[in-house]
């Protein structure tokens, strides 16, 4: 079993018996915590998925003790400026050892649902029926303003059919005022 919880505003993936190490808690080494803000929970049989958090699930730790993380180091430096300059740190962290994980009174989903949940579909808007109306009672003549909508490969099959000569090596505006004709 293992759940993903938010521990000092990070998310982590947490099961029974793990050891971890956080951002520094306010807790004194030696005592328990709990973390409420648990995001989705796995038993091996089925996934439960919180919107955003599970209500009634908890993660239950045991601060082990407060230590400092290994050295970082930060070098800047601007070439042909004489400009350099090196700091460093060495990040706070708490370790955790995950005790239990608590499940009271949630929403379940199987794994399935989960997917089909995420594999949402966009919705498709349907023509309006009046647009449908306009394009039917339009007349089989074509106008300027349909010549223009048309691409230059379309004109020039119009103008092979109309049978106009050397339509090839006219410009678009040139196939559309010979076909209004």
Request: aromatic residues 4%; proline residues 2%.
């Amino acid at each position: 079993m293992y759940a993903i919880v938010e521990i000092a505003g990070q998310q982590f993936k947490v099961a029974k018996d793990q050891k971890l190490f956080v951002h520094r808690l306010q807790d004194k080494e030696g005592s328990r915590v709990s973390f409420g803000k648990v995001y989705l929970l796995d038993d091996g049989k089925k996934v439960t998925v919180g919107a955003p958090a599970i209500t009634g699930a908890s993660v239950k730790a045991k601060v082990v003790g407060h230590l400092k993380g290994d050295k970082v180091i930060v070098f800047k430096k601007k070439r042909r400026k004489g400009y350099r300059v090196k700091n460093g740190h060495r990040q706070a962290l708490s370790e955790l050892i995950i005790e239990n994980i608590v499940v009271s009174g949630s929403k379940s989903a199987s794994k399935s649902t989960a997917e089909k949940v995420v594999a949402v579909k966009p919705v498709v808007k349907k023509k309006s029926p009046d647009k449908v109306a306009v394009k039917k009672t339009t007349s089989k003549k074509a106008t300027s303003d349909d010549y223009s909508k048309m691409t230059v490969k379309e004109l020039k099959s119009k103008a092979k059919e109309k049978g106009i000569v050397r339509y090839n090596t006219l410009k678009k505006s040139e196939l559309i005022s010979a076909l209004s004709k």
